[in-house]
């Protein structure tokens, strides 16, 4: 498994500002998430993280609103951006250690409220 | 096109009863993975277990376990004699391997309430 945190845990932000969640991993992983788990609902997939080049991102998600970083192995950030309340959701990271076994593994999320 | 449905939406069931969990999938894939996690009141995804479509064996590991049948596309998740503490969100999730993206699919979760 993987030891994943995530910073903040929780967060009640105003309409129009910008959050960014980081996610640290405890050693070096292959691939690594962000998924998105809106109140109620299942998880989508927001992008793919990909280490020193831009993040994938799928469909009805774009950089501009979901700017993410990962400068290294074992971290990465999402940063949501000009928020509003249909964003609140649980934001959470996912890491897979190693292809092609595919065992993912999921940080403990973000709380984001958004006024 | 690939899916995952949970068409159970909410079970619950009193202590110490069985309960099986209903998971079906799509996939044009001939290589794939399906997984259980679980998502307890305090929100964290647990992992549970994580099967490949060349492996129909079924598990057990202590009171759970998964029934894999590729003829029907589907991958069962069995609770005996269930408790308090497994009440949660379970979910049912494929990965398919041709892509190697990583990507889950998840289906809509299943909502266990396991009363006293």
């Known amino acids: 498994s993987a030891v994943i945190s995530q910073k903040p845990s929780r967060d009640i932000c105003q309409r129009g500002t910008s959050l960014t969640i980081q996610c640290q991993v405890d050693?070096?992983?292959?691939?690594m998430f962000w998924y998105r788990q809106q109140p109620g609902q299942s998880l989508t997939l927001i992008a793919t993280?990909?280490?020193?080049?831009?993040?994938?991102?799928e469909s009805g998600f774009v950089i501009d609103k979901f700017p993410i970083s990962r400068p290294n192995l074992t971290f990465s950030t999402l940063t949501v951006s000009n928020m509003s309340p249909e964003d609140s959701s649980i934001y959470l990271c996912s890491v897979i250690r190693d292809l092609p076994y595919n065992e993912q593994f999921f940080g403990p999320g973000t709380r984001l409220t958004v006024l | 096109a690939q899916k995952v449905t949970q068409a159970q939406t909410e079970i619950s069931v009193v202590e110490k009863e069985d309960v099986t969990l209903d998971c079906v999938y799509e996939?044009?894939?001939?290589?794939?993975?399906l997984f259980w996690y679980k998502q307890p009141p305090s929100g964290e995804l647990v992992f549970l277990i994580r099967?490949?479509?060349?492996?129909?064996q079924n598990e057990i590991s202590g009171r759970y376990s998964w029934n894999f049948q590729k003829s029907t596309s589907s991958f069962n998740f069995t609770i005996t004699a269930s408790q308090v503490v497994d009440s949660a969100v379970y979910f049912c999730?494929?990965?398919?391997?041709?892509?190697?993206?990583?990507?889950?699919?998840f289906g809509q979760g299943t909502t266990l309430q396991v009363k006293p």
């Open positions: 993280a990909n280490q020193g080049s831009e993040a994938t991102y």
């Open positions: 999730a494929l990965s398919e391997q041709t892509s190697n993206t990583g990507k889950l699919i």
């Open positions: 099967r490949n479509s060349f492996d129909e």
């Open positions: 050693s070096q992983v292959t691939m």
């Open positions: 996939t044009r894939d001939t290589t794939y993975y």
